[in-house]
């Protein structure tokens, strides 16, 4: 069984700066981590993976977010940088098959989540 706690969420200015933190108690090492968001009315949509060593971004996020493991290993981040309010979401992270590009069906645990508002 895997747990995945993220942590890091809250208010921010626009043009600020965020770091996100996914803490998994099982192993990742060998899985794909993906970042997700959902903001209210919407579907919730990937923001970033990292997976086999490669890491992918949503079009939107490109340039100011960026996803990395921890020097532990089991703990994956995401830096957003330059925050805009329609960045505001709930942040989830998940963990996916191995060498997986983070779809929302490739992802077996989710976190419950954490939510970044940006508004000034």
């Known amino acids: 069984q895997v747990q995945l706690v993220e942590s890091g969420g809250g208010l921010v200015q626009p043009g600020g700066s965020l770091r996100l933190s996914c803490a998994a108690s099982?192993?990742?090492?060998?899985?794909?981590i993906g970042w997700f968001r959902q903001a209210p009315g919407n579907e919730r949509e990937g923001v970033s993976c990292?997976?086999?060593?490669?890491?992918y971004y949503l079009d939107s996020v490109k340039g100011r977010f960026t996803i990395s493991r921890g020097s532990a290993k089991n703990t994956v981040y995401l830096q957003m940088n330059s925050l805009k309010p329609e960045d505001t979401a709930v942040y989830y992270c998940?963990?996916?098959?191995?060498?997986?590009?983070?779809?929302?069906?490739?992802?077996?645990?989710w976190g419950k989540g954490t939510l970044v508002t940006v508004s000034s």
């Open positions: 990292i997976s086999d060593g490669i890491a």
């Open positions: 998940a963990r996916g098959y191995r060498s997986s590009r983070c779809l929302k069906g490739d992802m077996d645990y």
């Open positions: 099982g192993g990742i090492l060998d899985y794909a």
